[in-house]
């Protein structure tokens, strides 16, 4: 059991679009070493959470605090950037790498506040040698799942504390939950999972845990 007081805390988030509300009343717990899987079917609400969490998107009610340094700030209002100083930081799903630009460049970009982002680029082509090999090509030339990786990349750069990625949901015929006009609420719980290398096996056992612990109900 992983006793240390969560880097993330949501309570009671709610957000969403014009008049609809997406989130409802929303509450996960991350803890330090742990990796918290949320899912859904399509269009739940998922990337919605993620950007509501990292200041994409204002919430409309709830709370989200982040430990940082001893201190618990509150991150609801603060703007991206100010969250990645924090620690924190953001994979988006879609439009996750800058096209015209190279795969360094891209690299460049997330390492552009940092004083040893040289230095931490090294580092990230490291661990993803295909990202090295391709370092002057055009992101807009990679295969989707090599833009991932990118974007991924472009994140880790910076060293969070804390990651949130949006990965694709399991498909449109996967997905036998509803469809469109519902909506994501309940609560996660942190599982049991390591961070870093958890493979297919791990990532698997850890969203099996989170299914259990998320419910949908409709939006209306
Ligand atoms: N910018 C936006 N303006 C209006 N509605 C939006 C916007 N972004 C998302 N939505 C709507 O909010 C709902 C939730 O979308 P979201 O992208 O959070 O789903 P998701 O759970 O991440 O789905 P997927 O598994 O397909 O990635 C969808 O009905 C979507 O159409
Ligand atoms: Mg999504």
């Known amino acids: 059991m992983n006793d240390a007081p969560p880097l993330l805390e949501v309570d009671g988030l709610s957000a969403g679009y014009g008049e609809v509300n997406i989130l409802h009343e ?95 680029i090294e580092r990230v082509l490291g661990d993803f040698p295909l990202l090295r090999g391709r370092r002057r090509q055009r992101a807009g030339t990679l295969s989707g799942g090599q833009r991932q990786m990118l974007a991924l990349a472009r994140a880790l750069v910076t060293g969070p504390r804390l990651l949130s990625q949006s990965l694709r949901g399991a498909g449109p015929r996967a997905a036998r939950g509803p469809e469109g006009g519902r909506a994501l609420s309940g609560r996660a719980q942190p599982a049991r999972g390591r961070g870093g290398r958890g493979g297919a096996d791990g990532g698997v056992r850890v969203a099996r845990r989170a299914r259990r612990l998320i419910r949908t109900r409709s939006a209306c």
Do not use: C, W
């Open 26 to 120: 929303v509450s996960l717990a991350v803890r330090p070493g742990t990796l918290v899987a949320v899912i859904g079917p399509n269009g739940a609400g998922k990337s919605t959470l993620l950007k509501a969490i990292y200041g994409l998107l204002r919430p409309r009610g709830g709370r989200a605090v982040l430990r940082h340094d001893g201190r618990e700030l509150s991150i609801v209002g603060r703007k991206p950037h100010q969250l990645t100083r924090l620690g924190l930081n953001y994979v988006p799903q879609l439009a996750n790498v800058f096209p015209n630009m190279s795969v360094l460049e891209n690299l460049q970009v997330g390492a552009s506040t940092l004083r040893n982002g040289d230095e931490r």
